[in-house]
């Protein structure tokens, strides 16, 4: 059975979680330093040994820049499609224990059922994740962060599932009236393979309603074109158009993630 996610980090400068089963904790996602994560770990009484596996979704620093420490570890086994593990091992001159697959493939890694799915991003080939329980299949949580919009067929994941971590990256007001980036990369946020505005994620959540959703994760906030703040305001409006959007929906404070779970 799933027993429980929890974050580490979530924000466009690093992200990840730690989803634990009964037989098993895998990490999704690496976007913190090595010792970053070991640190992050231990506020949750939990140690590197602890951790079985981790899941890539694609190879931008922010998901995978604590591989250099824990490569080291040589229990941990990486999960990664071809052109994210190519990508990757490129820019490392050690040998890392890989697992591939092909986007699309579905597997099982213990007790936990994985479903792959392609989606619209600037990396090689990003995917985001359906994680349940080989015991359970209703116990379904989706990881679905960096793209640039909601393909018709992401849509099941989030009519189908009963925990969903979507991105809600960035504010457009916010992002337009930001300094520090270049027209350039504004284009490359919000563009078809850049990131989800709030309103974008707001939309594909009401477009799918009614879900089994029980928890929705607003995660990957940009730190300074983005605001939890402006992210509940949206939710209180959609939620007068659309009553049936799932009961608890938490947008991320962008930075440390610590003490934010979901039990199932």
Known sequence: MLRSLQFLASSSQGN???LSTDQSRILIDAGLSGK???QHLAYYSLHIQDIDAVFLSHEH????QGIRGLASFRHLQFFANHATKHALQAKHDYAIHWQNFDTGDSFVFRDIAVTTHAIPHDAEDPIAYTFSSTAEQEQRLSWMTDLG????SLNSLIRDTRV????ANFDPGL???DLSRPWSLKQRIRGRHGHLSNT????????????RAQ????????RDCNDPKILIGLIAEARKQHPLLPPDIEPIAPGSALGIQYLF
């Open 175 to 177: 992002l337009e009236s």
């Open 61 to 64: 620093s922010d998901h995978t």
């Open 164 to 167: 969903l971590v979507l991105e």
């Open 215 to 222: 928890k929705v994760f607003l995660a990957h906030l940009s």
């Open 36 to 38: 970053q994560i070991l």
């Open 200 to 211: 974008a994620a707001l939309n594909g959540l009401c477009e799918q309603v009614p879900t």
């Open 149 to 152: 919009y909601i393909s018709p």
């Open 16 to 18: 990840a979680a730690v």
